[in-house]
């Protein structure tokens, strides 16, 4: 399965701030990814899809791209709700499985 | 409306046998691979199972190959997790999640999740 290394683990920043997260594919390639967010005692949810693709519904604050085998989740101008936990998953290799990162938490 | 409601989860012995249920509803639940993801207390996702739309094909993380086993009925819009051998470090909520395609990408992403079903395996 192709591995994905996620930094940082966790990041504070201020209400209005640019949040970046990396993903990188290790032990193989992928070469497109999602991302998931995941609040206290819910369920993930999905927030990017195809590397770049915003999901229905998510505010367009958050984005995706990728260079090579690093794949990002930005978060423009954060807002409080956004304080959770954040997961890559490599999207291209299936079958077997789908793996994530993991997670990087977001706090304000 | 996509539902996916997931049932089973139980306080276990190690050594012990369980099975997870998920209820799907409001898609047509045979034309979707299907999945089982665990999150161990305190830590990140992991993908447990995914299992074609017809049953013909299961895939597993090497951590459970040959303790569990996933099944589903498509007439009864159901997906199955058989864990067998349990051990402690099986312990976690349980997610069921629907996995789409992204025809444009050839890309796969799980679209719907479950609540969770919580395993406690302990003597």
């Known amino acids: 399965d192709v591995q994905m290394t996620q930094s940082p ?44 693709s915003l999901q229905s519904g998510v505010p367009s604050r958050f984005s995706g791209s990728a260079s090579g085998t690093d794949f990002t989740l930005t978060i423009n101008n954060l807002q409080p709700e956004d304080v959770a936990t954040y997961y890559c998953q490599q999207a291209s290799t299936f079958p077997p499985g789908l793996t994530f990162g993991g997670g990087t938490k977001v706090e304000i | 409306e996509v539902q996916l409601v997931e049932s089973g989860g139980d306080l276990v012995q190690p050594g012990g046998s369980l099975r997870l249920s998920c209820a799907a509803s409001g898609f047509n639940f ?35 190959k ?16 058989h864990m067998n051998s349990l051990r402690d470090e099986d312990t976690a909520i349980y997610y069921c999640a629907r996995l789409m395609e992204d025809y444009a990408s050839g890309s796969y992403y ?6 969770g079903t919580l395993v406690t395996v302990s003597s």
């Open chain 2, 66 to 81: 040959g303790r569990f086993t996933s099944s589903r009925d498509n007439a009864k819009n159901s997906l199955y997790l």
């Open chain 1, 9 to 52: 683990s966790s990041v504070s920043a201020s209400v209005g701030d640019r949040v970046t997260i990396t993903c990188r594919a290790t032990q193989g390639t992928s070469t497109w990814s999602a991302w998931y967010q995941q609040k206290a005692g819910k369920a993930p949810k999905v927030l990017i899809y195809a590397t770049s």
């Open chain 2, 30 to 64: 045979r034309s979707y691979w299907m999945g089982w993801v665990r999150q161990a207390p305190g830590k990140g996702l992991e993908w447990v199972t995914n299992i074609k739309q017809d049953g013909s094909e299961k895939y597993y993380v090497d951590s459970v």
């Open chain 2, 110 to 115: 799980r679209d719907y999740w479950g609540q």
